[in-house]
């Protein structure tokens, strides 16, 4: 069992310099190794793939059926990519044809770089079949850089997925390598020396350009390393020279990592994978006291912790618990937990075990110190941020609503619910002056106003009778009326001004109706709407 605290405050763009180091995998036969996974199972490189026809996937382009993608004994027969699909099929009449599935591939490449956050949490999607992966500062934790790829490699060949791995100082490096050459690890002074015999394809340039530099005989980027790079930016423009700088590493290129990375994070790998929901738990308990360690040392405290758990077979589950108040307690952490495993327990599939546990803090918020009285008396906000951190846990960080205001002079939109972020700013909150709520206001107000059927004795005046929900009110007595217009930012968007009235029906009955658009000069037939009723 080993352990790692790591804290980190990584931007979401990354940008390369000389000292970083990027991991490039490339997957050469993902769509097949997708679809062998789903046939025969994720160890059939291991244990022999069964004998079949070459597999193909297809695309509609340009009003034909073409190739978009082969496996291994489709390349054998000499097949390629972008042929007809009909002309393939002449050509090998066994030929498993599969139509492509884009979303799925999509998944599956999502899913391996999930599986490769036991790595390092700054993993990039490259196009439609690679990963990129800043290892700066992780190889050592693996036995170096030539350990880390052969590790890489060795696992995801037991998955069943095909895959060349190369590291070097520039993604743009990488990507060539792994695509079109044959070195694992390359050290930053061996970068041109290696990229040298490469084809112009390698830089990673739109295929019209690199099909131009063939027939002018830069076929190798050494070619272009020896050329005047004037010339080449007047005949190819600009973008073959930045492709160029990027692989050589002397030009920055930015890397999104497809997930947030964590403030702090602590992480077990395990000799004996887990199982049981206890044992679980009680290594949760114990990350979270590595976690709190880091955080008092910040000074912070945790609202949106995360629970990795990747299974024996590459399977990886997010667990998030969101806390009510900032927290550095191990014990309320672990809690949150315990409260969220329950409630996910159903779709918690262990497998043959998780092999790997990280906790991480993916939000804090500064958190100052504050001592109890005398009495012993806890803070009044605990009791209800615990009992909001279950209901997180159970039903999701909106299931708690606090009343707000909002700058609208329209009734239904000058108020409104939003969720509970902050349970001790709400414990200490001053009550809402009055003053802000207009007088004379129905204790309830409809979110949206209902029509009416309505008589009025004038145009403008306040109606005798109306008809709503089906029964027939006679108005006893009105007040009004209480003209209000929208913002005049939104007249446009169909919000005519409004007249209310007050009224009370023969019975007692109290009632907010109001009659939409002023008469002869907004509309020509207005129209009556009740919005809420008195106590």
Sequence with gaps: MTAASIPSSSPSLLRQTGNQRILSIHFPHLSADRVARIRWGASWLTQGRPDHPPVVFAAKIDNAMRLVALDTLAERAGLKRGQGAAEARAMCPSLDVIIEDPAADRA???????????????????????????????????????????????????????????????????????????????????????????????????????????????????????????????????????????????????????????????????????????????????????????????GEGGRLFELLLIRVDGRVFRIQAHAAVPLNDADRIAALFRERLQAVHDDLDAGYGFEILRLSVLRSERLDPAQEDFSGVPDESQPLAAFADKLYARFGPDCLTVATLAESHLPERAGGFAPLEDVAAVIGSRPVDEKVFPENRPLR??????????????????????????????????????????????????HPTRDYFRIEDQEGRRFWLFREGLYGRETSSPRWFMHGVFA
């Design 108 to 298: 599956f490449l999502e899913g391996l770089a999930d599986w490769c956050d036991r790595y390092t949490p700054l993993v990039a999607l490259d196009g439609k079949d690679g990963l990129f992966l800043d290892i700066t500062g992780c190889a050592h934790l693996h036995g170096g850089e030539k350990a880390l790829v052969d590790d890489v490699l060795s696992r995801l060949f037991l998955l069943g997925v095909e895959a060349r791995a190369v590291i070097s100082s520039s993604a743009g490096l990488s990507w060539a390598v792994a695509r079109y050459g044959g070195a694992a690890v390359i050290a930053p002074e061996n970068a041109e020396r290696v990229l040298a015999p490469l084809p112009v394809a390698a830089l990673r340039l739109p295929a019209e350009t690199a099909a131009l530099l063939e027939r002018v005989g830069l076929k190798q980027i050494g070619d272009l390393l020896q050329a005047p790079r004037a010339p080449l930016a007047r005949r190819f423009g600009p973008s073959l020279l930045l492709r160029l700088d990027q692989a050589r590493g002397h030009t920055d290129e930015s890397l999104s990592p497809r997930l947030p990375v964590p403030s702090f994070s602590a992480e077990r790998r395990l000799a004996e994978p887990l199982q049981e929901e206890e044992h679980i738990l009680e290594l949760a308990r114990h990350l979270s006291g590595d976690v709190r360690l880091s955080l008092e040392r910040h």
């Design 445 to 494: 107000i409809f979110t949206h106003p209902e029509l009416v059927e309505a008589t009025a004795e004038v145009p403008d005046g306040a109606p005798r009778s109306f008809n709503w929900r089906k029964t027939q009110y006679r108005v006893a007595r009105a007040e009004g009326p209480e003209r209000i217009a929208a913002e005049w930012w939104i007249d446009g968007e169909g």
